[in-house]
C-alpha cells in the first residue's frame, strides 16, 4: 500500500502498471537469491523447507487444470528420469574407459598390424596359434622392437622394448597432467574427499562443471595406462558425480535447491562403484557407508536404480568381452576351512598395517606437496614418478602388466590350463582327474622364482603407490591397495599350500588336509588379503565385502572376506581414526564435520561470537536501519549473514538474514524500484513502519528473511550443538538468552572449536 | 536475456547429444560381424599331447568340446576323457564398439591437444595488445569485471568470446587454488 501512496501523482496508467510491476517484482524471488557462494557451506534446513514450498505450489497447482497436472507429474517423475541419464552415461563414459585402458596399455608394448585399435588380446581374436607356448603370439600382433628392427628375440630388442615402454608411459603421463593443469585443475586426485565434502553441504563451484567431467573421463585414462600404481575406481565416482551434476541442470528441481542436487549426487556416487566395479548393491552400500552424508530412504531406492541401469548400460558395453562387468571374476567353488581363518586373519592384521603405514606415509608426503618446494612442480614431479614406476616395472612381469591384470591372475586358481609361472607345480604324471578338482601338489621352480618376483612387486607397490596417491592426475587408489593386498595373500597362500602338502602329519593339516585332496586355495588367500588392505585403507566394512563378492562372485567366501575386513579395520583404527579419505579432508581443512562424538565439556557461549572482548554482533532491526546503513554493514563486515532484532535496546529476535540475500536484494531493488534512494528505510515486518511523509518511499525485505532461524540457549553444551549442526546440517545457529540475542555460532565456529580441542590449528580450515 | 536462451538451448543440446551417443553406440552394436564371437576351448595336456587352445565361430549352444576341437587329436574311445578336460568359453565382442569408441577417443584427444596448443602458443600472441589494456586483475577486480565479458554481445562469436573469457577466468582461478595456493586437492 505505501508503495501506492508513493507513486500517487504518476497517471492512472501509469500507477497501473508501476502497482504490476511492483507486484510482479515481489512474486518473483529475487534472481539468484538462496543460491550460495564458492567455498560456502549450505543451509540444510533452508533448502529443505524451500523444496517443500515448491512441493505445495505445484500440488497446490495441478489442481487448476490438465497442463499444471501433467507438470506435477512430470516433476514428481524427474528424479527418476535424471538416475536413468545418469546411469546410461556414467555406464557409457565407464565403458569407453575401459575399452581405451585396455587398447593404450597394451600400446606401451605393441601395435595391432591389422587394426591398430585393437589390444593385444581383441588383436589375436581369431588367430590360430594353438599350441600353449605361442598362446600369446600372434602375427597381427607385433611388439614396437620386432616391428622396427624384425627381430623378436635379443638384447637389443629387451632393450628398445624397455626404452619404448619407458617413454610411451611418459608421454602418456606428460599429457595426462598438461591437460588437467590446462584446462580442468580440479580432475586431479582422486576426488572421493571433496565429494564427501561436497556431499555434507560445502559448496566448490566447478569441481562438478562439465570440462572437469570431459578431462576427468579423458585423462583417466591417459594416468591408468601410464602404468602409474594408481586405479580408475574413486576418479570414476567423480565422473558419475559429475554426470550428476550436468543432468541436474537440466530440472529447475534440482539445479536451484542445493539440497536435492546432493541427494542426486548420492546416487550418482553409488552408480559411479558400480560401474568401476560391476557391483551394482556394493555401489548403493558404498555411497552410504562411505560417501554421503544425508541419505534418505528415497535416495537409497534411485541410487537402486541408478546403480542398476549404469551397470546395465556397462554390461550392453561388454568391454572385457567376456559378458560380465568385471575383470576378475572367479569361478572356483572350492571350500574353505575353518583352521584357514588363522592365516585369514593374519592377512587381516597386514591390511590393517599397510593401512596404517599408507596413510601415514600418504599425508606426510601430501603435507610436503603442500607446504614445500615440491607443490611448485607439480608436472615435474608426475614426469619423475612415471619414469621410476616406468623404470623398474618393466623388468618384473607382474608390475609390467596392467594392474586390473594382475590381480585377476592373482586371484585365479590354478587349473590344469592355466600356463602362468605362478601354476607351475610338478603334476604327478600318474593321475588324470577332472580339471576342476586337481590335489595340492608340489611347487615346482616357476612358482618359486613367482614368489620371488612378487615379492619385488610386492615392495615396489607399497612404496610406489605411496608417492602416487594424490599427484595432479587422475588417481584412484582402490586397484593399487588391492593390489598390494593379493600380491601378499597369494604368497601366503602359496606358503600355506605347501606346508600342507609337506606336512600333512601336523595336527592342524591332519583333520582337514589329507594327501591327494585339494585343501588349499592360494587364490582366495590373494582375494581375502585384497580385501583386507582395501579396508585399512578405507576403513569400509560391509561395502567391502560386498563389492568383493560382487567382484569375484564367490559367494561362499564372505565369512573370511568379512573376517579379514574387520581385524584389518581393528588394527588400523588402533593407530589412527580416520581412513585415507578423512585424512585428506584433514589435511586440506575442508569442512567437514565427522560422525565422531564430540565428548569435550565446553558450553555454547564458550564458543559463540562475539568473545567477551570483542565489538557487539552485528545485527539490523527490523524497521529502523536505512538502505546506506545496509549498504555499509556490508561493505564493513564480511559476515555470511546478519540477524534481525526488533531494536538495538530490546535485542529480541526476529530472524535471520543471508548476507548474499541481501546483496542481490538491495541491488535488484537499487535498479528496478522506483523511490529506493540510500536513506529509504529497510523493514522486515508484514506492515510498513509509520514514517513520515517526506521520507522516501521504504524498502521490504521480508522476503529474504528467515523467520525460523535455530537458536539455543547459552548454556545448551557443544555436544548438543555439535550434534545438532551435523543431523540438521545447519549454517548458523543464533545464541539466545531469555529472549535476547546474545551471539552466533556458524559451521566455521563449531570446525574451529572441534580443530582446537582435538589439539590441531584451528586456521587450517578452510572456509569463507 | 541471452545468458538465459544460452540456458534454454543448452538442455535440448545436452539432450541431442546424448541421443547421438546412444545412437552410435547401438549401431556399433546391432551390425555384429561374423568374426565377434567365438568359442574358445582350452585342452591341457593329456598323455603324450601337449596343450592347445582352440578357437572357431560357432553358436552359443555348440559351443563345446566335441564341435570345436577338430582335428579331434585323440583316437575315438579316448574323446570323451580327452574332452571332459577341454574348458570351453563362448566369447562376445563387438569390434564396431571398439573402433568407434578408440577412434572417438582419439579425436576427442586430438581437439584437445590442439586447442591446449592454441591456448599456449597462438592466443597470447594474439592478444597481446589486451594485456596493456587490461592488466593483471586481482581476485576483487574480478567481481566488476564479469559483467563486462559476460557474453552480453550480439553476435554468436562475440558471444562464444565472452563464453570463453569466463571459463579462462574461471580455469585460472581453479588453477591458483590447486597449484599455486594448494588450498585444494593435495
Known amino acids: 500500500?505505501?508503495?501506492?501512496?508513493?507513486?500517487?501523482?504518476?497517471?492512472?496508467?501509469?500507477?497501473?502498471?508501476?502497482?504490476?510491476?511492483?507486484?510482479?517484482?515481489?512474486?518473483?524471488?529475487?534472481?539468484?537469491?538462496?543460491?550460495?557462494?564458492?567455498?560456502?557451506?549450505?543451509?540444510?534446513?533452508?533448502?529443505?523447507?524451500?523444496?517443500?514450498?515448491?512441493?505445495?505450489?505445484?500440488?497446490?497447482?495441478?489442481?487448476?487444470?490438465?497442463?499444471?497436472?501433467?507438470?506435477?507429474?512430470?516433476?514428481?517423475?524427474?528424479?527418476?528420469?535424471?538416475?536413468?541419464?545418469?546411469?546410461?552415461?556414467?555406464?557409457?563414459?565407464?565403458?569407453?574407459?575401459?575399452?581405451?585402458?585396455?587398447?593404450?596399455?597394451?600400446?606401451?608394448?605393441?601395435?595391432?598390424?591389422?587394426?591398430?585399435?585393437?589390444?593385444?588380446?581383441?588383436?589375436?581374436?581369431?588367430?590360430?596359434?594353438?599350441?600353449?607356448?605361442?598362446?600369446?603370439?600372434?602375427?597381427?600382433?607385433q611388439k614396437w622392437a620386432e616391428l622396427?628392427?624384425?627381430?623378436?628375440?635379443?638384447?637389443?630388442?629387451?632393450?628398445?622394448?624397455?626404452?619404448?615402454?619407458?617413454?610411451?608411459?611418459?608421454?602418456?603421463?606428460?599429457?595426462?597432467?598438461?591437460?588437467?593443469?590446462?584446462?580442468?585443475?580440479?580432475?586431479?586426485?582422486?576426488?572421493?574427499?571433496?565429494?564427501?565434502?561436497?556431499?555434507?553441504?560445502?559448496?566448490?563451484?566447478?569441481y562438478l562443471g562439465k570440462w572437469t567431467l570431459l578431462i576427468k573421463t579423458v585423462t583417466l585414462v591417459l594416468a591408468v595406462s601410464s602404468g602409474l600404481s594408481l586405479g580408475k575406481e574413486g576418479p570414476l565416482v567423480h565422473v558419475a558425480c559429475c554426470c550428476g551434476n550436468l543432468f541436474c541442470s537440466l530440472f529447475s528441481k534440482y539445479s536451484k535447491n542445493e539440497g536435492k542436487r546432493r541427494e542426486v549426487l548420492s546416487a550418482a556416487a553409488a552408480a559411479g562403484v558400480s560401474v568401476a566395479f560391476g557391483a551394482p548393491i556394493g555401489g548403493v552400500l558404498f555411497s552410504l557407508e562411505e560417501v554421503s552424508y544425508y541419505f534418505p530412504l528415497k535416495t537409497l531406492w534411485r541410487s537402486f536404480f541408478a546403480a542398476l541401469v549404469a551397470a546395465f548400460t556397462l554390461r550392453s558395453i561388454n568391454p572385457f568381452g567376456n559378458n560380465r562387468l568385471v575383470l576378475f571374476y572367479v569361478e572356483y567353488h572350492t571350500p574353505w576351512y575353518m583352521a584357514e581363518l588363522v592365516p585369514f586373519i593374519l592377512l587381516g592384521v597386514f591390511g590393517g598395517l599397510w593401512g596404517t603405514l599408507f596413510i601415514r606415509g600418504n599425508i606426510a608426503w601430501c603435507r610436503r606437496r603442500k607446504t614445500t618446494l615440491l607443490g611448485k612442480y607439480p608436472v615435474l614431479e608426475v614426469i619423475v614418478v612415471t619414469g621410476i614406476t616406468a623404470i623398474l616395472?618393466?623388468?618384473?612381469?607382474?608390475?609390467?602388466?596392467?594392474?586390473?591384470?594382475?590381480?585377476?591372475?592373482?586371484?585365479?586358481?590354478?587349473?590344469?590350463?592355466?600356463?602362468?609361472?605362478?601354476?607351475?607345480y610338478i603334476n604327478n604324471p600318474n593321475t588324470t582327474r577332472p580339471v576342476d578338482d586337481i590335489p595340492d601338489r608340489p611347487a615346482g621352480p616357476g612358482v618359486y622364482s613367482a614368489l620371488w618376483q612378487l615379492t619385488l612387486a610386492l615392495i615396489f607397490k607399497i612404496v610406489i603407490t605411496i608417492f602416487t596417491f594424490g599427484m595432479k592426475i587422475p588417481s584412484g587408489l582402490f586397484i593399487p591397495s588391492m593390489a598390494v593386498g593379493a600380491i601378499a595373500g597369494r604368497i601366503v597362500g602359496i606358503a600355506v599350500e605347501q606346508m600342507a602338502y609337506h606336512h600333512h602329519d601336523w595336527i592342524i593339516f591332519k583333520n582337514w588336509c589329507r594327501p591327494g585332496a585339494d585343501c588349499v586355495t592360494p587364490g582366495l588367500y590373494a582375494m581375502v588379503g585384497a580385501a583386507a588392505c582395501l579396508g585399512g585403507v578405507t576403513r569400509m566394512t560391509v561395502s567391502l565385502v560386498v563389492i568383493m563378492f560382487e567382484l569375484t562372485g564367490g559367494l561362499e567366501y564372505i565369512v573370511p572376506l568379512m573376517a579379514a575386513a574387520v581385524t584389518s579395520k581393528w588394527v588400523a583404527d588402533a593407530f589412527g581414526k580416520e581412513g585415507i579419505y578423512e585424512a585428506h579432508i584433514q589435511l586440506n581443512g575442508y569442512p567437514y564435520l565427522d560422525q565422531d562424538e564430540f565428548t569435550?565439556?565446553?558450553?555454547?557461549?564458550?564458543?559463540?561470537?562475539?568473545?567477551?572482548?570483542?565489538?557487539?554482533?552485528?545485527?539490523?532491526?527490523?524497521?529502523?536501519?536505512?538502505?546506506?546503513?545496509?549498504e555499509t554493514l556490508i561493505k564493513e563486515t564480511d559476515y555470511n549473514g546478519f540477524p534481525v532484532v526488533v531494536s538495538r535496546e530490546s535485542e529480541r529476535l526476529i530472524g535471520f538474514v543471508q548476507r548474499r540475500d541481501l546483496i542481490l536484494a538491495i541491488k535488484t531493488a537499487r535498479q528496478k524500484q522506483d523511490g529506493v534512494v540510500s536513506n529509504s528505510v529497510v523493514y522486515f515486518t508484514e506492515d510498513a513502519p509509520q514514517i513520515p511523509a517526506t521520507n522516501p518511499q521504504p524498502l521490504k525485505l521480508r522476503r529474504i528473511l528467515n523467520l525460523s532461524p535455530f537458536t539455543v540457549t547459552d548454556h545448551t553444551p557443544m555436544e548438543t550443538v555439535v550434534d545438532i549442526f551435523r543431523k540438521l546440517g545447519l549454517r548458523q545457529c543464533l545464541v539466545t538468552r531469555s529472549g535476547r540475542l546474545l551471539g552466533i555460532i556458524t559451521k566455521k565456529d563449531v570446525l574451529r572449536h572441534m580443530a582446537q580441542m582435538m589439539n590441531q590449528d584451528p586456521e587450517s580450515i578452510m572456509f569463507n | 536475456m541471452s545468458s538465459s536462451i544460452a540456458q534454454n538451448l543448452r538442455a535440448p543440446a545436452l539432450v541431442l547429444l546424448f541421443l547421438v551417443l546412444i545412437d552410435v553406440v547401438s549401431i556399433a552394436h546391432a551390425d555384429k560381424s561374423f568374426e565377434d564371437v567365438r568359442c574358445k576351448c582350452i585342452c591341457p595336456p593329456y598323455r603324450n599331447i601337449s596343450g592347445h587352445i582352440y578357437k572357431r565361430n560357432v553358436t552359443q549352444k555348440d559351443c563345446n568340446c566335441l564341435h570345436v576341437v577338430e582335428p579331434m587329436p585323440v583316437p575315438g574311445h579316448d574323446v570323451e576323457a580327452y574332452c571332459l578336460l577341454c574348458e570351453c568359453k563362448y566369447e562376445e565382442r563387438s569390434s564396431n564398439t571398439i573402433k568407434v569408441t578408440i577412434i572417438i577417443y582419439l579425436s576427442v584427444v586430438g581437439?584437445?591437444?590442439?586447442?591446449?596448443?592454441?591456448?599456449?602458443?597462438?592466443?597470447?600472441?594474439i592478444r597481446k595488445h589486451d594485456q596493456y589494456t587490461i592488466p593483471l586483475h586481482n581476485e576483487e577486480d574480478s567481481e566488476d569485471v564479469r559483467p563486462h565479458v559476460d557474453g552480453r554481445g550480439n553476435t554468436v562469436l562475440e558471444r562464444v568470446e565472452g563464453a570463453q573469457?569466463?571459463?579462462?577466468?574461471?580455469?585460472?582461478?581453479?588453477?591458483?587454488?590447486?597449484?599455486?595456493?594448494?588450498?585444494?586437492?593435495?
Open chain 2, 111 to 125: 581437439a584437445l591437444l590442439l586447442y591446449m596448443l592454441f591456448l599456449l602458443l597462438v592466443d597470447p600472441l
Open chain 2, 165 to 186: 573469457q569466463r571459463w579462462k577466468k574461471q580455469v585460472q582461478e581453479q588453477r591458483k587454488t590447486v597449484f599455486d595456493r594448494h588450498k585444494l586437492l593435495s
Open chain 1, 1 to 141: 500500500m505505501a508503495e501506492a501512496d508513493g507513486t500517487s501523482s504518476a497517471t492512472p496508467t501509469e500507477e497501473m502498471n508501476g502497482a504490476g510491476n511492483l507486484m510482479d517484482f515481489l512474486d518473483e524471488p529475487f534472481p539468484d537469491v538462496g543460491t550460495y557462494e564458492d567455498f560456502h557451506t549450505i543451509d540444510w534446513l533452508r533448502e529443505k523447507s524451500r523444496d517443500t514450498d515448491r512441493h505445495r505450489k505445484i500440488t497446490s497447482k495441478s489442481k487448476e487444470s490438465i497442463w499444471e497436472l501433467i507438470k506435477s507429474l512430470l516433476d514428481a517423475w524427474s528424479g527418476w528420469l535424471v538416475m536413468l541419464l545418469i546411469g546410461l552415461l556414467s555406464g557409457t563414459l565407464a565403458g569407453v574407459i575401459d575399452l581405451a585402458v585396455d587398447w593404450m596399455t597394451d600400446l606401451k608394448e605393441g601395435v595391432c598390424l591389422s587394426a591398430f585399435w585393437y589390444s593385444h588380446e581383441q588383436c589375436c581374436w581369431t588367430s590360430n596359434e594353438t599350441t600353449f607356448a605361442d598362446r600369446d603370439k600372434c602375427p597381427q600382433w
Open chain 1, 600 to 630: 569435550h565439556r565446553t558450553l555454547a557461549t564458550d564458543v559463540m561470537r562475539p568473545r567477551r572482548n570483542e565489538p557487539p554482533l552485528s545485527v539490523l532491526t527490523q524497521d529502523s536501519t536505512t538502505v546506506e546503513d545496509v
Open chain 1, 148 to 206: 622396427m628392427t624384425g627381430y623378436t628375440e635379443g638384447a637389443g630388442v629387451y632393450v628398445l622394448n624397455y626404452f619404448l615402454y619407458v617413454l610411451w608411459a611418459l608421454f602418456f603421463s606428460f599429457l595426462a597432467v598438461s591437460l588437467v593443469r590446462v584446462f580442468a585443475p580440479y580432475a586431479c586426485g582422486s576426488g572421493i574427499p571433496e565429494i564427501k565434502t561436497i556431499l555434507s553441504g560445502f559448496i566448490i563451484r566447478g
Open chain 1, 393 to 424: 616395472a618393466f623388468p618384473n612381469p607382474y608390475t609390467r602388466r596392467s594392474t586390473s591384470e594382475l590381480i585377476s591372475e592373482l586371484f585365479n586358481d590354478c587349473g590344469a590350463l592355466e600356463s602362468s609361472q605362478l601354476c607351475d
